[in-house]
């Protein structure tokens, strides 16, 4: 389980609180938000760069800093993807085998300074299809369990949904910077600094919640740099980046925003389909809804398209929900 449990003081420590649709930011601010996200970026990109571990089909890695000193449930989950794909031997005639699926869950909270190993099982290689099963664990227990499909690219049948019309462009819409440039704590920053831009069509409910109580979302991501050209890096970092925003759809519905006191979230499980090529420097528009909550848990779907209108990726979590009854 990855625990994201988070109070956010919702009043500005400047004189001037920001807007619900933003507030004004100058060109320093910006400036300085764009080098500590492509800074951000970087520290990303190191720490998912595995280190082979002691035996066959084994890796370590490191964890991010985070506000609540537990690790982001999207690092340990693109980590155990790029585990999986280090074990598979490309066909020089047939190209790489790229993740096509992923199921995985959550299973404790992570230590952020205790190093996570990775433990490959290699379920089947057939001619076509690839699957693996990786576990990440500290302490010798496990903090994750995933399993992934893998396939050489292939002819086919080729439809997908189209992106809803009339959704305003990336440019259009208020960063996280816009909403959160004068507040002063450490989860500000982690949104208004972080890897990735997310900016929210519909509005954020990083302060307040919705006015309409809603689980539909759309919101524009884009990694703050360059990606290097490694599409198995990309479908690892589109794991990451959605864990940031797959539960929101939850909040929207029930009425509640980050910054709820005592609002206690985590991720449960997590699924992932990727459908065509994905590229996470770019602009790709999510489009979100959560059919379902109960019971102290909510469902968050996502339909993920780039900015040509192709759906490139399909994704649902289940998380826990918690906030004070009464």
Same mark, same amino acid.
């Not at 996570?116 to 001619?127: C, P, S």
């Not at 050489?152 to 080729?158: A, H, K, L, R, T």
């Not at 519909?202 to 919101?219: K, V």
């Given at each position: 389980m990855t625990d994201r449990s988070r109070t956010v003081d919702p009043e500005p420590v400047g004189p001037t609180a920001p807007s619900p649709t933003g507030s004004p930011v100058d060109t320093a601010q910006v400036e300085a938000s764009d080098e500590a996200g492509a800074a951000a970026l970087g520290?990303?990109?190191?720490?998912?760069?595995l280190d082979a571990g002691d035996a066959p089909d084994t890796f370590v890695g490191t964890s991010l800093a985070h506000p609540n000193g537990r690790v982001f449930g999207g690092q340990v989950l693109a980590q155990a993807l790029l585990a999986a794909g280090r074990t598979l031997v490309d066909d020089p005639d047939a190209g790489p085998r790229l993740p096509h699926s992923l199921h995985? /869950?959550?299973?404790?909270?992570? &230590?952020?300074?205790?190093?996570? &190993?990775?433990?490959? =099982?290699?379920?089947?290689?057939?001619?076509?299809?690839?699957?693996?099963?990786?576990h990440a664990a500290q302490h010798g227990a496990p903090i994750l369990s995933m399993t992934a499909s893998f396939q050489? &690219?292939?002819?086919?049948?080729?439809y997908a949904e189209r992106m809803p019309h009339g959704v305003p462009g990336p440019e259009e819409v208020p960063t996280a910077l816009d909403h959160l440039a004068r507040i002063d704590h450490p989860f500000a920053r982690f949104w208004a600094d972080g890897a990735f831009d997310v900016r929210h069509v519909?509005?954020?409910? /990083?302060?307040?919640?919705?006015? =309409?109580?809603?689980?539909?979302?759309?919101?524009w991501v884009k990694a703050r740099a360059a990606v290097p050209d490694d599409q198995l890096l990309h479908r690892a970092l589109l794991a990451y980046a959605c864990d940031q925003v797959m539960l929101e759809p939850v909040l929207r519905h029930a009425g509640l925003s980050w910054a709820t006191p005592q609002l206690s979230i985590a991720s449960l499980d997590h699924a992932m389909w990727w459908h065509r090529d994905v590229h996470v420097d770019e602009w790709l528009l999510y489009v979100q809804s959560s059919p379902s909550g109960q019971g102290g848990r909510g469902l968050g779907a996502a339909r993920v398209f780039?900015?040509?209108g192709a759906l490139v990726a399909s994704i649902a979590q289940e998380g826990m929900v918690r906030v004070p009854l009464g």
């Open positions: 520290t990303v990109l190191r720490t998912l760069d995985g /869950y959550f299973l404790r909270a992570g &230590e952020i300074d205790v190093p996570i &190993e990775f433990g490959v =099982e290699r379920l089947r290689d057939g001619r076509s299809f690839s699957a693996r099963r990786t050489q &690219e292939q002819p086919g049948i080729d519909n509005g954020s409910i /990083y302060l307040r919640p919705d006015r =309409e109580r809603t689980g539909r979302q759309l919101a780039d900015q040509d």
